[in-house]
């Protein structure tokens, strides 16, 4: 990690904006598109001024055809190119889940290794802009499923910069997931002269704690911070951990802190109800069964669809209190 | 032939519609600017003629679809601006009590299935409403509304296909404002008349100017009797301009603001109607002026009514998921 002295603030979309811009300046493989990416930036400017620095041959609007280009993505990919596909909200993934699930994820496979994908679906997630239903999903579970893909979703500017840039340089289907709530968040990222990347299956620890572990993803790590900055006035210290990619998974920086602490809620924005945080839970339960204090804690989104009334969204969407109010009851005997 | 009428009647209620459509979006954009109206807000200004010329020839038995720009069909079909603005406010008295805002609005009882988050996603919806209604040979017609963009997606071509083959009562209606969010048309596909396409399903295509309400009002009547008579879909196509920005917010960077004048100066709709109204003698300037202050007291109402309405109970957040409780 670089120090904190010679980072400047940058917000998400911006350090995805420059790890895509390195990239494509890096290897003239590497080719955009999607809806609104070039003129016009993005809907969430992560890709703006990129048509101007890599002309129309690299960055492309396309017509509003998920399937179409996510499937074209998929060939351009077996045959030489390293696209990144923009698909503007998560949600739209499933119109694209053929290519994503049957075509992208298996094509290396199934071929016994002939021809590899390497491509990045980068999409945005999450909840809190009162979109409603269609707009406002956290799929990631759907795609960790799959055999043959990676899930990244940052929580950090820093984050989604390196973990961007490992997107584009690895050699299979990456699902690369934005919350659209903190898209324009800013944080710390290194100056560009200072590259780096942040390897898949690395987790993250957000902040060290020995009573409890918090695993938290994507703007849940926020949440997780807040909670744990209260329950530590209430004296229980809590370790955060960020597992960045959702798959591959760092089962090992997971266990070794459940090991520590005894005690583990898991904080994913998906839909509870077969999730990311059951997936995680069970891997606990698998191995540190007999180390536990207590069972294992899961807190995912409402298992309803996202409302639009703000009364409403607000209810289904895990938060500070929620996380506060689980941790306590761990601690009760 | 040719499709009769419209009556003068028909042709009041079109034009008080048409300002019911521009007032209602119009105070909706500025309840969005008072923080009131939440989320994303896509108006139909500048489109009213499509939306209401059309409906005229459809019942509360018939059906419609609808998009992401949906208030205007909504309007068109009948449906009431005090539950609609509620729901733009997220309130339990909103059709879909606050649980859809302006993406997800639908009115059942007048037919309207719903506006719809995804870009084309009401190509199956109308095309199998048609399959319900000719099963029921109950001689009902499904108007499946969209924009230039959905076009380019999968179910426009899987749909009209399946509608064109089993001829089912449907009319597939594009909405060609030449613009998919902030891209031009012509950028995206070498067809830009989109009814020239009916010919690679087999069915009829039409092409009207959709600034004038009163070709939209023929066209479409050839259209629906059509359906109705067991013949099948018809691609129509009107060409229309949204007058503001793809979404509330939008810069607009992507076009210039002489070609938004230009069409707004010259094709509203409203406008337009309201002057062959008057040159006919059906109409004059005092009556125009009162049927839109009529239209702005119903709006008012409809601001009203949704401010004063309360917020859904969370007790709503689990309601509604399945339709009858599962044990
Ligand atoms: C499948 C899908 N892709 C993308 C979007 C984002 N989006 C919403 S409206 C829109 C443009 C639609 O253009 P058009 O169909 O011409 O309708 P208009 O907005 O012009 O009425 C886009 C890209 C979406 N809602 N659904
Ligand atoms: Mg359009």
């Not at chain 1, 399937?67 to 351009?76: F, K, S």
């Not at chain 1, 997630?125 to 799929?139: D, E, K, P, T, V």
């Not at chain 1, 920086?253 to 109800?273: H, M």
């Not at chain 2, 597939?172 to 030449?178: L, R, S, T």
Request: proline share 5%; aromatic share 8%.
């Amino acid at each position: 990690m670089s120090s904190p002295t010679e980072a400047r603030q940058l917000t998400f979309s911006q350090a995805v904006n420059e790890a895509i811009r390195e990239e494509m300046d890096r290897d003239h493989r590497v080719v955009l598109f999607g809806e609104d990416v070039a003129a016009a930036g993005g809907v969430w400017k992560v890709t703006e001024g990129l048509l101007d620095r890599f002309g129309a041959e690299r960055v492309l609007d396309t017509p509003i055809s998920e399937a179409g280009i996510a499937g074209l993505g998929v060939g351009a990919a077996m045959t030489g190119l390293r696209p990144i596909v923009e698909i503007m909200f998560g949600d739209f993934l499933p119109l694209a889940s053929d290519q994503i699930v049957n075509q992208a994820a298996k094509t290396y496979y199934m071929s016994g290794g002939m021809t590899s994908v390497p491509m990045v679906f980068l999409t945005s997630m999450g909840a809190g802009r009162r979109l409603a239903a269609q707009h406002s999903q956290s799929l990631q579970a759907w795609f960790a499923h799959i055999p043959g893909l990676k899930v990244a979703l940052p929580s950090s500017p820093h984050d989604a910069k390196g973990l961007m840039k490992t997107a584009i340089r690895d050699e299979n289907p990456v699902i690369f997931l934005q919350d659209k709530v903190d898209i324009y968040q800013k944080g710390p990222v290194p100056d560009p002269s200072h590259e780096y990347t942040i390897p898949f299956g690395r987790a993250d620890v957000k902040r060290e704690g020995e009573d409890l572990t918090l695993i938290a993803t994507s703007s849940m790590v926020r949440q997780a911070l807040d909670a744990a900055s209260e329950l530590a006035a209430e004296g229980i210290e809590s370790e955060v951990i960020d597992p960045r990619t959702l798959a591959p998974l760092d089962e090992e920086t997971l266990l070794d802190s459940v090991r520590k602490t005894a005690r583990c809620l898991v904080i994913d924005e998906g839909y509870q109800r077969y999730g990311a945080g059951a997936e995680i839970a069970a891997l606990v339960g698998e191995n540190l069964f007999y180390d536990l204090e207590a069972p294992v804690r899961r807190l995912g989104a409402m298992d309803v669809p996202v409302p639009f009334s703000p009364t409403l969204e607000d209810l289904t969407i895990p938060g500070k209190e929620q996380i506060v109010e689980i941790a306590r009851q761990m601690f009760e005997d | 032939m040719g499709i009769k009428g419209p009556t003068t009647e028909q042709l009041l209620d079109m034009y008080a519609a048409m300002w019911r459509i521009r007032l209602f979006e119009e105070q909706a954009e500025y309840q969005s600017g008072q923080g009131k109206v939440l989320g994303a807000l896509h108006t139909y200004i500048g489109q009213e003629a499509v939306g209401v010329g059309i409906c005229a020839h459809l019942t509360d038995a018939d059906y419609i679809t609808s998009t992401h720009r949906g208030h205007g069909h909504c309007i068109s079909k009948g449906a009431d601006v005090r539950r609609m603005m509620a729901e733009l406010f997220g309130r339990v008295t909103g059709y879909c009590k606050g649980k859809g805002g302006s993406m997800h609005i639908a009115d059942f009882a007048v037919g309207m299935l719903g506006a719809n988050g995804i870009v084309a996603g009401g190509f199956g919806l109308a095309t199998g409403a048609g399959l319900a209604a000719q099963v029921r040979e109950s001689g009902q017609v499904a108007v499946c509304f969209f924009g230039d963009g959905a076009v380019n997606r999968g179910p426009f071509h899987e749909n009209i296909n399946l509608g064109a083959v089993w001829r089912l009562p449907v009319v597939y209606v594009c909405e060609n404002n030449q613009y998919a969010q902030w891209t031009p048309q012509e950028e995206i596909t070498l067809v830009t008349d989109v009814a020239s396409m009916s010919s690679a399903y087999g069915i009829p295509g039409a092409q009207v100017d959709g600034m004038d309400v009163l070709s939209v009002y023929q066209a479409a009547g050839e259209a629906v009797d059509r359906a109705r008579r067991g013949e099948g879909p018809t691609l129509l196509e009107c060409k229309t301009y949204r007058f503001h920005g793809h979404n509330f917010g939008d810069p607009q960077q992507y076009r210039t603001k002489e070609e938004i004048s230009d069409w707004s100066g010259q094709h509203d709709p409203i406008q337009g109607l309201g002057d062959h109204l008057q040159r006919e003698g059906v109409l004059t300037a005092e009556e125009a002026e009162s049927i839109r202050n009529s239209v702005q007291e119903e709006i008012a109402g409809a601001v009203r009514f949704a401010d004063e309405s309360p917020y859904p109970g969370p007790e709503e957040l689990t309601r509604d998921v399945f339709s009858t409780p599962v044990a």
